[in-house]
């Protein structure tokens, strides 16, 4: 077994717990809806998949997994869309659960998939869990996805992958301007090695770097790669015409932002105290 071989294999052997892992949420059908402007949820009831309706056609955020296609593609028909009418595929990072199926929607719509620089590799590998697809444009920080009239901004937020993504856009609500962020992931995963991570040495550092930008982010509207980062269930049954888009929440943001960032510092400082034992 060379290095590079023995190395994929025990980078797969540390996510093949993770994808053990399911939540019955993950692919259970969720009501397709309006969050505000032209920004649909077409998700299943964790796995958050988010819609940009503009007069050149749809961005989609994250796949999913292939099984869940059907109920994505459901969801996008229910809200009056066409499927194909699918032009350009993002996602939250290159994790099975958020990118699974990108190669599937890309066969089936002829969409552009665009991915964060560090991203890319695990984006177009083949390895088992991986999809294996061509990424059409490559990301880089801060860089916009332009689409009839919609701009999307990359924030680099790594760490749970090199490559992860929080999605920064403005939406139109009856006039309203609205600052959508839609967070990648801050989250350390059972199995992550935050010292001496021989595969990800700056790990730690690129937490800590993800933090400060997710702090410096104004959000009028808080989502995110799961549906359970955001409260997605309980703010879903709050929705009433009429009434205040209980989506529209930038203390829950503040609060996230800071109850992920110590948790976060807390394993590190257990890691620092243990190193190499994997986060729990
Ligand atoms: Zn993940």
Redesign the pocket.
Known sequence: MTIVKRGLFLLFISVAP?MAQTNPDWHAAFPAFKIAGNLFYVGTADLAVYLINTPQGNIIINSDFPEDVPLIRKSIEQLGFKYSDTKIILI???????DAATALIKKDTGAQLMIMDADVREEESSARGRPGAHVDRILHDRDTVQLGGSTLTAYLTPG??KG?TTWVMQVDEGGRKLNAVIVG?P?V?PGYILVGNKNYPQIADDYVKTFRVLQSLNADLFLG??GAYFGMKAKYTKMKPGSSNPFIDPAGYKSYVAEREATFQKEWDRQKKNPGSPAP
């Open positions: 993770l939250s990072h290159a994790h099975g659960d958020h749970h992958t992860c992931s989250n995963n790669a799961h």
